[in-house]
């Protein structure tokens, strides 16, 4: 059974640039939030996508973006980039049938930019 | 003020010694609570869920005081493998979002 998968693994981008990170969830969730973790902090919730819409947002800048497609997978894109959306980007994926279920993190996609 | 905090660190403790962390959180609606573990450079690790009653899993116990907002981790017997960050998450009632503190390093050494 594969657990929650995220691609690419690591991605440099220019200023100013686009990125799409995408994550696939664990077999059997229909629950993706999107978490970005800054270098010494802990993970800062962006969104939760559920049914393929949009259910809970942080705070975050409307450059952030996301989508989820029939089978589950997330997107998570983000326009214009900045020097400070450089951080570790962490899929996580639950099952919203139970209550205080686990949530299951993929190994991150790694985003520099310069 | 941050929704969960947690002292950084980092904690230095020769291994066999026992270690707490502490962590205190501001919503009093907060439903779940977790401590998880991370390495280096890796993804977040579910520990252990927290419990009002307390709970235990061999080295490791975890207490909740809802009253006071706080939530430990003791760590018994340390092992050189234990070294990481502990993050103390909640998480609030209808979404499954989990509020992450900042983490609280662990070094054990020799």
């Known amino acids: 059974d594969a657990g929650v998968t995220q691609s690419p693994t690591h991605l440099i981008k220019t200023r100013g640039q686009q990125v799409t990170l995408r994550c696939s969830p664990k077999s059997g969730h229909d629950t993706v939030s999107w978490y970005q973790q800054a270098l010494g902090q802990g993970p800062q919730f962006i969104f939760q996508?559920?049914?393929?819409?949009?259910?809970q947002r942080g705070n975050f800048p409307d450059r952030f973006s996301g989508h989820q497609f029939p089978n589950y997978s997330s997107e998570l894109n983000v326009n214009a980039l900045l020097l400070g959306d450089s951080a570790l980007y962490l899929c996580?994926?639950?099952?919203?049938?139970?209550?205080?279920?686990?949530?299951?993190f993929g190994q991150g996609t790694r985003l520099t930019v310069v | 003020r941050k929704e969960v905090e947690q002292d950084p660190g980092p904690f230095n403790v020769p291994e066999g010694a026992t270690v707490a962390f502490n962590c205190t959180y501001s919503?009093?609606?907060?439903?779940?609570f977790f401590w998880y573990r991370q390495d280096c450079r890796k993804e977040p690790k579910l520990l252990m869920s927290?419990?009002?009653s307390g709970n235990e899993d061999g080295r490791f116990t975890a207490q909740l005081n809802r009253a006071s907002q706080y939530i430990s981790l003791l760590i018994r017997d340390s092992k050189l493998s234990d070294s990481a960050t502990y993050l103390c998450v909640v998480m609030n009632t209808g979404f499954q979002k989990l509020v992450f503190g900042t983490g609280t390093r662990l070094l054990v050494s020799p």
């Open positions: 996508y559920y049914e393929e819409e949009e259910r």
């Open positions: 996580a994926s639950s099952f919203q049938g139970i209550m205080n279920t686990e949530a299951f």
């Open positions: 927290v419990y009002s």
């Open positions: 919503n009093s609606a907060s439903q779940s």
